[in-house]
């Protein structure tokens, strides 16, 4: 399991992916915390959101690759999304 170096405390649990007939379990974080983490070393909010979206959700590290997920209700996502 690949892991978010210095963002434990945004961990939220596991996800097991299914690629290709071979299983994967997948650490996944909150994208929030890890924002707000960003922000108490000293980044402003867009600076770390476009960290988060550049640097972390943006790069992949193996079929293990973590995921960030960012808390919507479902109206907002299907504003957002759909």
């Given amino acids: 399991m690949v ?5 434990d405390n945004a961990f939220i649990g ?5 690629k290709g007939g071979k299983e994967f379990d997948i650490a996944v ?4 915390k890890i ?7 000293g980044m402003q909010e867009h600076e770390a959101i476009e960290y988060v979206a550049f640097n972390i959700e943006g790069a992949f590290v193996g079929d293990d690759t973590p995921v960030i997920v960012w808390n919507f209700d479902l109206e907002e996502a299907k504003e957002l999304y759909i």
């Fill in 29 to 32: 974080y909150s994208g929030e």
């Fill in 3 to 7: 892991v978010i170096n210095g963002h």
């Fill in 14 to 18: 596991m996800s097991c992916i299914d």
């Fill in 35 to 41: 924002v707000d983490n960003l922000m108490a070393q």
